[in-house]
């Protein structure tokens, strides 16, 4: 069971580039989560996701966009890629609310823009 | 806007103390809260709480919310080096999870 699963782990990016972070989850879980964590600091909600085909933002969506075609995929689009977008990235899912809402964290992928 | 304090943004303590971290929020439609360990990588479940007053307990952790005065707390009795990492307090509102600033405890011999 490989639980939440985000590639890449490390990425560089020059200013202006374009890419995209995987995510993926083998629970079965209908909510996904996009967090971004700035060094010293909590974790800020960038899009989540309830179900396939339903997205909604969060805190800090700006620069970012996100896709949910599958219940188990969940990739986070950046354009345009700034430096205040150098991060670690964690996407996390859920089975659902009430006592189903502990949340499963991917392992993080750090983001660097130069 | 939802809103998640918690307090102190970081301590250093001596192994054997007891740590008390706190967490105060402002949320409408109130789930639940919960609380996360974070060491060199992603976070990792400690608590969820719904009810004020029941105390959640694992080992040497401890865990309690105040529904009325929007906050809980964290207990760490007889710390260990082990305990060292970040501590991120989330509350629930449907379906978001809103995050604290965490508190670094840095558990020293």
């Known amino acids: 069971n490989a639980g939440v699963t985000q590639t890449p782990k490390f990425r560089i990016l020059k200013i202006g580039q374009s890419m995209t972070l995987q995510c993926a989850q083998d629970?079965?879980?209908?909510?996904m989560y996009w967090y971004r964590q700035d060094p010293g600091m909590g974790l800020k909600l960038i899009y989540y996701?309830?179900?396939?085909?339903?997205?909604d933002k969060g805190e800090v969506p700006n620069g970012y966009n996100v896709s949910r075609s599958t219940t188990e995929d969940f990739p986070l689009r950046l354009e345009l890629a700034a430096p205040s977008q150098t991060s670690v990235y964690f996407c996390a899912s859920s089975l659902g609310q009430g006592v189903a809402n502990v949340l499963t964290f991917g392992a993080g992928s750090r983001l660097t823009v130069l | 806007e939802d809103k998640v304090v918690q307090s102190p943004l970081s301590l250093v303590v001596h192994e054997g103390d007891t740590v008390t971290l706190n967490c105060s929020y402002e949320?409408?439609?109130?789930?639940?809260l919960l609380w996360y360990k974070q060491e060199k990588k992603a976070p990792t479940f400690l608590f969820m709480l719904?009810?004020?007053?029941i105390e959640k307990k694992s080992g040497r952790l401890s865990s309690i919310l105040d529904k009325k005065e929007l906050f809980s707390i964290l207990n760490i009795t007889a710390t260990q080096t082990g305990d060292s990492a970040i501590y991120l307090c989330a509350v629930r509102r449907g379906s978001r999870l809103t995050f604290g600033e965490g508190t670094q405890l840095t558990v020293n011999p």
């Open positions: 719904t009810s004020s007053g």
């Open positions: 629970m079965n879980h209908n909510y």
């Open positions: 949320v409408t439609n109130f789930r639940s």
């Open positions: 996701s309830v179900g396939a085909g339903i997205t």
